[in-house]
């Protein structure tokens, strides 16, 4: 009996360690993001929210020199290593608002799709050809496929390659729910697959 109470008190005391780290872990995070950013832009404010699939994200709001605000969110686990890289996270974090401003008049969040059919529209609407767009402007005049795909573990994708290189990997894919996130995050989801393709083009040789 004593020994199945003190089991109960070390898991209950390693839960709530974890917990308590976890919470240090926010904190520390957010503030840094706040100081990285401060040292680029003048009123800041942040706060931690919890999405379902991805868990704590960092919401961002700067204020240019027309007082306009704009808007922006980071995932935990991408501030963390930039944090721990040795790199200037705030060059990196301070990008995406000097990206957002060169639209004047300030850039809230996006409101979230209130139902399957308006999320589908955005997708088929907005993020598909947006994704489309910037991945052939990137890369012309060069041929790139890009367009939506089906993957048995990840459903819905979204696909772009080169058609050029005939051996070896030549694709890069992300769950469509993913860029689409990206997108209600005032992230440009094109990023990601901009990325993925010039990392295959780094595979290759080609750059």
Same mark, same amino acid.
């Given at each position: 009996?004593?020994?199945?109470?003190?089991?109960?008190?070390?898991?209950?005391?390693?839960?709530?360690?974890?917990?308590?780290?976890?919470?240090?872990?926010?904190?520390?995070?957010?503030?840094?993001?706040?100081?990285?950013?401060?040292?680029?832009?003048?009123?800041?404010?942040?706060?931690?929210?919890?999405?379902?699939?991805?868990?704590?994200?960092?919401?961002?709001?700067?204020?240019?020199?027309?007082?306009?605000?704009?808007? =922006?969110? #980071?995932? /935990?686990?991408? @501030?963390?290593?930039?944090? !721990?890289?040795?790199? %200037? +996270?705030?060059?990196?974090?301070?990008?995406?608002?000097?990206?957002?401003?060169?639209?004047?008049?300030?850039?809230?969040?996006?409101?979230?799709?209130?139902?399957?059919?308006?999320?589908?529209?955005?997708?088929?609407?907005?993020?598909?050809?947006?994704?489309?767009?910037?991945?052939?402007?990137?890369?012309?005049?060069?041929?790139?496929?890009?367009?939506?795909?089906?993957?048995?573990?990840?459903?819905?994708?979204?696909?772009?390659?080169?058609?050029?290189?005939?051996?070896?990997?030549?694709? =890069?894919? #992300?769950? /469509?729910?993913? @860029?689409?996130?990206?997108? !209600?995050?005032?992230? %440009? +989801?094109?990023?990601?697959?901009?990325?993925?393709?010039?990392?295959?083009?780094?595979?290759?040789?080609?750059?």
């Amino acid at each position: 009996m004593n020994n199945k109470t003190s089991n109960e008190e070390v898991n209950n005391n390693q839960e709530t360690n974890s917990e308590e780290n976890r919470v240090e872990l926010l904190k520390a995070v957010h503030h840094n993001g706040i100081v990285s950013l401060k040292r680029h832009f003048s009123e800041v404010q942040g706060q931690v929210l919890n999405l379902d699939a991805y868990g704590p994200v960092f919401v961002y709001h700067v204020k240019d020199d027309s007082n306009d605000v704009y808007s =922006c969110v #980071f995932f /935990l686990r991408e @501030l963390v290593a930039r944090f !721990q890289s040795g790199k %200037d +996270p705030a060059i990196w974090m301070a990008s995406f608002f000097i990206e957002l401003m060169k639209n004047k008049g300030g850039k809230s969040l996006p409101k979230p799709a209130s139902s399957e059919d308006e999320a589908k529209a955005i997708i088929d609407k907005v993020l598909v050809p947006k994704c489309i767009e910037e991945v052939r402007q990137e890369f012309a005049p060069e041929e790139v496929h890009a367009g939506l795909g089906w993957n048995q573990e990840l459903g819905p994708i979204f696909e772009a390659g080169f058609p050029a290189i005939k051996e070896g990997n030549n694709v =890069c894919a #992300f769950p /469509l729910h993913l @860029l689409f996130t990206h997108l !209600q995050l005032n992230r %440009d +989801p094109s990023e990601l697959l901009l990325q993925g393709l010039y990392k295959i083009r780094k595979e290759h040789g080609m750059d």
